[in-house]
């Protein structure tokens, strides 16, 4: 798994959660769009719980913009970056 990935996946859920608290839709919908992207990449991964997370996040983007998504993607934001900054290979 690359961390790079990760890590960008990881800001574009940050991203989208800037984007839904300042009422930027159109902002918050392209960056789930990126987010996905970021996802397919990501789905090669041997790591049971990565690949959890990941089918969470999956379900996350698919719902509407609002403060519960927000803070979904809040939490798996900060998941994802310390998974790819301290996972051992």
Do not use: P
């Not at 009422?23 to 041997?46: P, V």
């Amino acid at each position: 798994m690359d961390k790079v990935t990760l890590l960008s996946l990881s800001m574009d859920l940050k991203r989208i959660v800037q984007s839904i608290q300042r009422g930027s839709i159109d902002n918050a919908d392209r960056f789930s769009l990126e987010a996905k992207r970021w996802l397919k990449e990501s789905k090669t991964t041997n790591d049971d719980y990565l690949k959890k997370l990941l089918a969470k996040i999956e379900e996350t983007l698919e719902l509407k913009n609002d403060l519960k998504k927000a803070e979904d993607c809040l939490m798996y934001s900060v998941l994802i970056q310390n998974r790819a900054l301290h996972k051992k290979n």
